[in-house]
Nanobody, 121 residues
């Protein structure tokens, strides 16, 4: 099994910044991709940003010019730097990872428990 532990959420004023971190641990042979999703009240969970082991990134249009994603492969950790935050960024942010546990095993997607980001004055 693999555990994903998120940190860095909290309350921030509009225009402010936050940095989320997600560390993966457990039975890990290889991580193919990690990413962040968010779920706002009354809305479906949506992709915010993702990064592959080859450092290919993908962003939601709503955050492309404000958020950056990076990873530390040695630490199995992914970061989401969020700048110029808006009230509509308020949501629970979930970490996701596509992990192969053994050299011949399947790639399995795991989820963290989520961290709340609230953007409000």
């Amino acid at each position: 099994q693999v555990q994903l532990v998120e940190s860095g959420g909290g309350l921030v004023r509009p225009g402010g910044s936050l940095r989320l971190s997600c560390a993966a641990s457990g039975r890990i042979f290889s991580i193919y991709a990690m990413g962040w999703y968010r779920e706002a009240p009354g809305k479906l969970r949506e992709l915010v940003a993702s990064i592959t082991s080859a450092d290919s990134t993908n962003f939601a249009d709503s955050v492309r010019d404000r958020f950056t994603i990076s990873s530390d492969n040695a630490k199995n950790t992914v970061y989401l730097q969020m700048n110029s935050l808006k009230p509509e960024d308020t949501a629970v942010y979930y970490c996701n990872a596509a992990v192969q546990g053994t050299p011949v095993g399947p790639v399995v997607r795991y989820w963290g428990k989520g961290t709340l980001v609230t953007v409000s004055s």
